[in-house]
């Protein structure tokens, strides 16, 4: 049995030159005729992050090859397109939640205004506009389409949900593929199609992306939970703090007991937007079990996700992607 690797780094040393590529265009290639906006850019992309999306494109574009075939620039500008939307929701998402923290650095919107924040997200996502065109492939076009409506209609269900103790599993399952697992997926199954594979190869690729980008959401939201502010480079507890009810809290609720009945009143009455609210509310989800449950369903996302490898032909590059959902289980930021 092949032991998990806790560092990514070394779980994407195989797409290094792949991933610097990558990181140079971010970095160095959005450039506008105004400074002071290529600065913003090339400021919100050195932060960091931790590039998984685009590492992910890599990696199922050559796990997906078609033998004697090489990876393209066509293949890098899927992986910047993807990290360009993914940045532009986080810019705007950042706006929506009046986050001040963001991958360890200010956030545009508390560096410098939200109307700043919603133009800088803008202009991310034309960016990837010009990325998708470059493409030249309508396929592709219409998946990020619905990518862009997927990420709207998941950030809407959570908004409309805020402080509400009846949501279910469906509509949180439903609303985690909407705004996160929908790009996995895209980048994923977008490589499979630029490389011409068959509709099989594309529709499990697909699958495989789904699966994991709702493993990644699940942990995410565990680690809203467990983790802290400097670890996760972003406002821990934030998530119930904004009377968003997550996996953690999701199995408290479901309990019907004394647990279940005090953490509803606590989201009921937004007592958790204070600081001693929000401590009781995390403090009952560790006592009563929130934490090992939301494990085990992130846990089922991931195997199913490696499942979906199987159409793969045996490669060091499939051998990562299913390396990578095990590294999604332990990841702490
Ligand atoms: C972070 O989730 C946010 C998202 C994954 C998606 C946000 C999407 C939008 C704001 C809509 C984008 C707009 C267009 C035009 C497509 P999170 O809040 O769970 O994670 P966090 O703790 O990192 O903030
Ligand atoms: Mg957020």
Known sequence: MQSTIVDLNQLLAPVKPEMQLVDTWL?????????????????????????????????????SLKDGDEISRLHIILAVLTELIHTASLVHDDVIDQASLRRGESTVNKKWNDKLAVLIGDLLFAQASICLARLMNPQIVGIYGQVLGDLCAGEIKQMRQQFSTSVDWD?????????????????????AILNRREEDVVASLKSYGVNLGVCFQIVDDLLDVTGNTDQLGKAAGSDLANGVVTAPALFVLEQNDAHANRLKELINTRAVSESDGLA??????????????????????????????????????????????????????
């Open 27 to 63: 970095t160095s290639n959005l450039i506008d005729d105004n400074n002071f906006v290529s600065d913003l850019l090339s400021q919100v992309f050195k932060s960091g992050g931790k590039r998984l999306r685009p590492a992910l494109t890599i990696v199922s574009s050559k796990a």
């Open 171 to 191: 509509t949180y399952i439903r609303k985690s593929v909407n705004k996160t697992a929908s790009l996995f997926a895209a980048g994923c199954q977008s490589s």
């Open 280 to 333: 009781e509310a995390l403090s009952i989800i560790c006592q009563a079990g929130g934490i090992e449950k939301t494990v085990q369903l992130a846990t089922k996302y991931a195997q199913a996700a490696k499942q979906n490898l199987d159409c793969l032909s045996a490669s060091t590059y499939k051998d990562s992607l299913a390396a990578i959902a095990d590294y999604l289980l332990v990841r702490t930021n």
